[in-house]
């Protein structure tokens, strides 16, 4: 009991992080993406929608290269430990993250822009309100960054090791457990990572359906 | 206040506004009539600093526009558009917007509101959310939005094109009795010949992306500068 406990922390730890970092660097870089008017924009945006496709063990084959002892970052003896599992999920996020807020800017009136700036918005206080227009889909962002990490196994096993007590998460433990052929451990872990990813996702959708509910209660009663 | 020369302003490589020169005095309202796709937006947006010219140069006061620091200088003016483009909150949370830009302080922010949502007429739909309101009380809240700013320069680019007629004509008698109380100089920027005569001390006629004529309307129905104009004008009321 106190192992899954111990692996089922650990899974949230490292997937809240991966995606809160993938949210770090895929909301400003989708913003940038959707509101810049620039040479080779196209291309990028067609080499993140790409990121959004790429196999986890792809990723996972990548960043063990890198992080092995020989590799370029060897140096930093990551290798097997939470972090770089962390690593490769932000890998994983951040493309789903970057290519939906692009997407979810672009969907917005594109003279809301100069509106906002007629109105004397700065640059920033421009995007922070784009952003607030656009909070709906921005929130299923994060939902399916977080989506595609959480339930990832091939790199977390890759660059994880599956090491029990250190780099074991739920989605490596699935897969240790079936390989022993202990399918009633392998669906008790299946069942709490699918109610752990419900109940997140419960919570985010809440969040999002909130302001909806509000324009709701806030409709004329005629 | 404004003094355009030899402006010329170009969008995806293709000239779209030449103006040689239009000064625009303290107070005025300029009326900006056109076809459709004659520039007339774009000279908002070069007014506004939101399109920069290839060419020629706009004064402000004086200065030329690219001296001045852009973000003080959009905060001396407010930009009306064709689809108030509302944001999604409330009706005094959307006219409050440019003031909070400007951190202007809460309890001024709120008289200063209170103030222009009775103005336009909208005072009972203040806590109603952008999305609940018909196509006339959201063009209402938007000039309340830009009104509230007191600004400088009042830039209105088609403001009551999308509106169905007495929404129009009501939301017309409103700002005229607006701008003429206030004296804000104002370029109403339309299509519509007989707004633009109603609205403005001048007219200025831009056709084909080129500053054609600039006078009052009678002056131009009287002796138009060119075929294009006089055909454009034949629609004028007598």
């Known amino acids: 009991m106190t192992e899954i406990f111990q692996i089922t922390t650990l899974s949230l730890q490292v997937s809240t992080i991966a995606t809160l970092v993938s949210l770090l660097i895929g909301l400003p870089f989708g913003t940038w993406l959707a509101l810049g008017n620039f040479r080779g924009r196209n291309l990028i945006l067609s080499i993140i929608n790409t990121g959004m496709a790429l196999p986890p063990v792809v990723i996972g084959l990548v960043v063990a290269m890198t992080l092995w002892r020989s590799g370029a970052l060897g140096e930093l003896r990551l290798i097997y430990t ?21 997407a979810a800017l672009e969907a917005l009136d594109p003279r809301l822009q100069q509106q906002l700036l007629g109105l004397g918005a700065s640059r920033g206080q421009m995007v922070w309100y784009l952003w607030r227009e656009a909070r ?28 029990r007590g250190q780099t074991r998460v739920l989605t490596t433990a699935i ?15 299946s069942a709490l990572l699918l ?4 109940l997140i996702n419960l919570a985010l959708t809440w969040i999002q359906q909130k302001g909806r509910k509000a324009d709701w209660q806030s409709a004329p009663r005629k | ?57 706009i ?35 959307n006219v409050a917007l ?19 949502i009775k103005s336009l007429g909208v005072e009972s739909l203040s806590k109603r959310r952008a999305s609940q309101l018909s196509g006339g009380e959201a063009q209402r809240v938007s000039l309340a939005r830009a009104f509230v700013l007191n600004p400088e320069l009042l830039l209105l680019d088609e403001p ?28 109403f920027v339309t299509h519509n010949l007989k707004e633009a005569a109603q609205m403005g001390d001048r007219m200025a006629v831009i056709a084909g992306g080129e500053l054609r004529q600039v006078g009052t309307a009678r002056q131009i129905k009287s002796k138009p500068a060119d075929e294009t104009v006089k055909a454009f004008l034949s629609e004028l009321p007598q």
């Open chain 2, 59 to 93: 004064r402000f006061d004086g200065k030329p526009l690219h001296e001045l620091n852009e973000l003080e200088y959009r905060r001396k003016i407010s930009f009306v558009f064709q689809s108030p483009l509302l944001l999604d909150m409330t009706v005094e949370q």
């Open chain 2, 1 to 57: 206040m404004i003094r355009i020369r030899d402006l010329l302003i170009q969008r995806n490589g293709r000239d779209v506004l030449n103006i040689d020169s239009l000064d625009i005095q303290r107070g005025e309202t300029l009326a900006v009539v056109g076809p459709n796709g004659a520039g007339k937006s774009t000279l908002l947006l070069a007014l506004a600093q939101l399109l920069k010219p290839v060419r020629g140069e």
């Open chain 1, 136 to 163: 709906l889909p921005l929130l299923a962002a994060l939902m399916a960054g977080f989506g595609s990490v959480i339930s990832e196994v091939g790199a977390s096993m890759m660059v994880g090791g599956n090491i």
């Open chain 2, 98 to 116: 440019g003031l909070r830009f400007r951190g202007v302080p809460k309890e001024r922010v709120k008289t200063d509101v209170e103030k222009w």
């Open chain 1, 195 to 198: 109610v752990l990813t419900y």
């Open chain 1, 82 to 102: 939470p972090i770089a599992i962390i690593i490769a999920q932000t890998i994983i996020a951040a493309p789903v993250v970057t290519g939906l807020t692009a």
């Open chain 2, 160 to 187: 009551f094109a999308a509106l169905d007629s007495p929404t129009r004509v009501k939301l017309l008698e409103d700002l005229s009795v607006l701008l003429n109380r206030d004296h804000l100089t104002t370029i």
């Open chain 1, 175 to 189: 897969v240790l457990e079936t390989s022993k052929g202990e399918f009633e451990t392998a669906l008790a872990l």
